[in-house]
């Protein structure tokens, strides 16, 4: 049995196809596959009831229905690469005013952005704790000239360190939760770094390939003084792989911009990361009932079955 379903948002139109497969004895399986295309004028309906020209491939989405244990699996990981690769920004919005240099820096408490937080599932072998020593410089581009590098590669030392995973259903599945935005800080002898993270995204989760990308926001700020000394954005772009057990390599892209949001640099690194400690759940943190927040997520999409027992 096929079905169709059409939606459309401003300047973009999905097609959705639902494919149920012929039920056998022990299962029956439901593939979604989502056509998308952009468009800057016209009907999206008529659009999308034209034809498939213009389309491309969104995602790919797998269910399977247990008939013998009432129990629906949730696919391994279900993909939702984006046209064209994953391109850096042309240019980042102006940076907050308290943020510019010679402004006296507020802290997290007194911004009154509420964080939001989203429940993304991960593949087994990003889950749990990581680090490594040291990275390779693939890349160094001035964005003002256009002019690289020629030191490139090297290697330079670095402190890396990072979890994954949050988590598990009752199926085995892993999820991560991630809540934007917060704000870290390192002393420094001179200043005091802070690394406002504006948001944190998923963008691609595959079976061989992870893919974030983050924005992120860093203010040097006087220890005493308390005014802001330097300010600039770094837009962020990390795929992880993996490689033998308990290894995976990081690659990451990060481009510079100054607080008007004109690009300065682009970095290029590769690290091989190492697991130090494996996956365990994550029940509180920072005042929130992960698992009870974990358990509603579930419940909201479906999955309420799969949810861990309390």
């Known amino acids: 049995m096929i079905r ?5 948002k401003p300047g973009r139109a999905d097609k959705t ?28 309906r008529s659009v999308i009831m034209s034809s498939m020209r213009g ?25 939702e690469p984006l046209q064209g690769g994953i391109e850096h920004s042309e240019r980042l919005p102006q940076v907050d005013r308290n943020l510019l240099p010679g402004s006296v820096f507020q802290s997290q408490e007194k911004e009154k952005e509420k964080p939001t937080g989203e429940w993304v ?26 002019r690289e590098s020629g030191n490139t590669p090297y290697f330079f030392q670095a402190k890396i ?3 994954y995973g949050t988590q598990k259903d009752t199926g085995g599945g892993i999820w ?37 990308a983050t924005r992120v926001i860093v203010a040097r700020v006087g220890r005493q003084s308390r005014l802001v000394e330097q300010a600039f954005q770094q837009e962020s772009i990390t795929t992880y792989s993996p490689l033998s057990d308990g290894f995976i390599k990081l690659s990451a892209s990060t481009e510079t ?4 949001g004109s690009p300065l640099l682009l970095a290029k ?42």
């Open 269 to 310: 690194n590769e690290a091989k990361i190492k697991r130090v400690a494996n996956f365990e759940p994550t029940d509180k943190a920072e005042g929130n009932d992960l698992k009870q927040m974990f358990r509603e997520h579930l419940a909201k999409i479906g999955y309420g079955h799969l949810a861990p027992p309390m």
């Open 161 to 163: 360190r990072f979890s």
């Open 55 to 79: 389309f491309v491939l969104r995602s790919v989405h797998l269910t399977m229905l247990s008939l013998l244990l009432g129990q629906e699996f949730v696919p391994a990981i279900s993909a």
């Open 257 to 260: 911009f100054d607080v008007q």
């Open 17 to 44: 196809i639902l494919i149920w497969l012929p039920q056998n004895p022990m299962y029956r399986a439901l593939i979604r596959i989502v056509f998308t295309r952009s468009f800057h004028s016209g009907n999206a």
């Open 121 to 146: 599932r991960i593949p087994s072998w990003l889950a749990g704790s990581w680090q490594a020593d040291k990275e390779t410089a693939v890349l160094r581009k001035d964005m003002k000239t256009g």
């Open 4 to 8: 169709e379903r059409i939606a459309s």
């Open 176 to 212: 991560h939760y991630v809540s934007t935005p917060y704000t870290s800080a390192t002393d420094l002898p001179e200043f005091t770094e802070y690394h406002r993270v504006l948001s944190k995204r998923f963008r691609e989760v595959s079976d061989d390939k992870v893919t974030i």
